[in-house]
């Protein structure tokens, strides 16, 4: 199981949380860079908007994503591939703009 799930190995004795290890963070991020390289091979941008597309197409990795990685990792992920799509999106439109004038 992930960290951050309901077991108890991840609480410490005063209740709290314990921080994931290097290797925890390596699992999610390896697990996240996986997810991603499948909705990428399906032209999903969206994993939020498009779960249900996303789950069919790629549940092997949505799996190992979110059995990796704590539930507010995954939301922050799927949310941060969204904004860095459309932050370079904006970016090639105002490429191709100030191409489009300096040809005038």
Do not use: H
């Given at each position: 199981?992930?960290?951050?799930?309901?077991?108890?190995?991840?609480?410490?004795s005063?209740?709290?949380?314990?921080?994931?290890?290097?290797?925890?963070?390596?699992?999610?991020?390896?697990?996240?860079?996986?997810?991603?390289?499948?909705?990428?091979?399906?032209?999903?941008?969206?994993?939020?908007?498009?779960?249900?597309?996303?789950?069919?197409?790629?549940?092997?990795?949505i799996?190992?994503?979110?059995?990796?990685?704590?539930?507010?990792?995954?939301?922050?992920?799927?949310?941060?591939?969204?904004?860095?799509?459309?932050?370079?999106?904006?970016?090639?439109?105002?490429k191709?703009?100030?191409?489009?004038?300096?040809?005038?």
């Amino acid at each position: 199981m992930g960290w951050f799930s309901s077991s108890d190995s991840t609480k410490a004795s005063d209740g709290g949380r314990i921080a994931p290890d290097r290797s925890s963070r390596q699992q999610c991020w390896n697990g996240r860079d996986l997810f991603f390289e499948c909705l990428d091979r399906n032209d999903i941008v969206d994993g939020i908007k498009n779960d249900s597309e996303a789950r069919k197409r790629c549940g092997k990795e949505i799996a190992e994503f979110e059995g990796s990685c704590a539930k507010a990792w995954v939301k922050y992920f799927k949310e941060k591939r969204v904004m860095e799509y459309n932050r370079d999106q904006t970016i090639e439109r105002i490429k191709k703009e100030d191409q489009a004038t300096a040809g005038r």
